[in-house]
C-alpha cells in the first residue's frame, strides 16, 4: 500500500467526523438552521399556551426572542430583546452539564430539548416555571430551533 491509501484513509475520516457532528454542515441542516432562526425571531409563527390557560398566545408573544436573550453574537442583543426575562441562551449553556432552578446538573441533547419546549420538563426533569409557553410544533421545527441555537458561537 502506497502513500495514497493514508490519504485515502485521512478523507474518509475527516468526512465521518464531519457527518458525525451534530450540526454539521449540509444542505438539510441549512435549511433547518434559517427555519430555526426564523422561529426564534418570529419571523414564523411559533404556537403555544401558557399553562392554566385555554387560548394559545398570539404569535408574536410566544416568540423565543421575547425573552431569552443569545450570546452576545447573536441577533437577541440588537433592539428586540435588550435584556433577558427568561435564561440566557447560547451552544454551552445548553449542552454543558450545569445545575438548573435548584434542580442536578444536567444537559440538553436534542430530545429533551423537544420535550422541554413541548412539556415544561427539563432533563433533570425539573418543571419549568409556568410563565414558559408550552409549544405545539412539529418535530422538524423543533430541530431546526435546536440546531439554529447550536448553531451560535
Same mark, same amino acid.
Given at each position: 500500500m502506497g502513500p495514497w491509501w493514508f490519504t485515502a484513509c485521512a478523507i474518509a475520516a475527516a468526512l465521518a467526523a464531519a457527518l458525525a457532528t451534530p450540526g454539521a454542515a449540509s444542505p438539510n441542516n441549512d435549511s433547518a438552521v434559517q427555519r430555526g432562526l426564523q422561529l426564534y425571531a418570529g419571523a414564523a409563527p411559533l404556537q403555544g399556551t401558557i399553562t392554566g390557560h385555554a387560548a394559545p398566545l398570539p404569535?408574536? !408573544?410566544? $416568540?423565543?426572542?421575547?425573552?431569552? %436573550?443569545?450570546?452576545?453574537?447573536?441577533?437577541? #442583543?440588537?433592539?428586540?430583546?435588550?435584556?433577558?426575562?427568561?435564561?440566557?441562551?447560547?451552544?454551552?449553556?445548553?449542552?454543558?452539564?450545569? !445545575?438548573? $432552578?435548584?434542580?442536578?446538573?444536567? %444537559?440538553?441533547?436534542?430530545?429533551?430539548?423537544? #420535550?422541554l419546549l413541548r412539556t415544561g420538563i427539563d432533563p433533570a426533569y425539573v418543571l419549568i416555571p409556568r410563565d414558559m409557553p408550552r409549544y405545539t410544533l412539529a418535530d422538524a421545527d423543533c430541530r431546526g430551533l435546536w440546531l439554529y441555537l447550536n448553531s451560535l458561537p
Open positions: 404569535p408574536g !408573544a410566544a $416568540r423565543c426572542i421575547n425573552c431569552h %436573550a443569545l450570546g452576545t453574537a447573536g441577533p437577541a #442583543r440588537a433592539a428586540s430583546a435588550p435584556s433577558s426575562f427568561g435564561p440566557l441562551i447560547t451552544r454551552e449553556r445548553l449542552t454543558q452539564r450545569i !445545575a438548573r $432552578r435548584g434542580g442536578p446538573p444536567s %444537559a440538553y441533547d436534542e430530545t429533551n430539548f423537544c #420535550r
